[in-house]
C-alpha cells in the first residue's frame, strides 16, 4: 500500500494550502484516514481525522475552525485545506490510515509545511 502527500511548501502567515494524498494499494474507502503532523524536536501530534464515508469529522482544538479536512473515495485522495496558517503550523504532515494516533497503521513519507511569520 502507498500513500503520497503533496501541496507542502512555504507560506507567509495568515495564508492557506492545500495538501493532498494520493491513497493505493488498499481499499481507500473502506478505512478512516487522518493528518499528522510532526515539528522539529516534538511528538507526533493528530491533527484531523475522517470516516470512512467521510460523514463523521474531528479536528485538533490547535486547527479547528481553520483546517479543513475531506476525502474524495472515487479518486482514492485525501485532502487537507489550511487557512489561517500560523507559524506554529510549521511541521512535516503525513497522511495516515487510521483516525486517530493509536489507530494508525499507515502513514506516507510527509511533505513539509513552512509558515514564516
Known amino acids: 500500500m502507498k500513500l503520497e502527500e503533496s501541496g507542502g511548501g512555504l507560506v507567509q502567515s495568515g495564508g492557506s494550502l492545500r495538501l493532498s494524498c494520493a491513497a493505493s494499494?488498499?481499499?481507500?474507502?473502506?478505512?478512516?484516514m487522518s493528518w499528522v503532523r510532526q515539528a522539529p524536536g516534538k511528538e507526533l501530534e493528530w491533527v484531523s481525522g475522517i470516516q470512512s464515508d467521510g460523514t463523521d469529522i474531528n479536528y485538533a482544538d490547535s486547527v479547528k475552525g481553520r483546517f479543513t479536512i475531506s476525502r474524495d473515495n472515487i479518486k482514492n485522495m485525501l485532502y487537507l485545506q489550511m487557512n489561517s496558517l500560523k507559524s506554529e503550523d510549521t511541521a512535516v504532515y503525513y497522511c495516515?490510515?487510521?483516525?486517530?494516533?493509536?489507530?494508525?497503521?499507515?502513514r506516507g513519507q510527509g511533505t513539509q509545511v513552512t509558515v514564516s511569520s
Open positions: 494499494g488498499f481499499t481507500f474507502r473502506l478505512f478512516g
Open positions: 495516515a490510515a487510521g483516525r486517530q494516533l493509536s489507530d494508525i497503521w499507515a
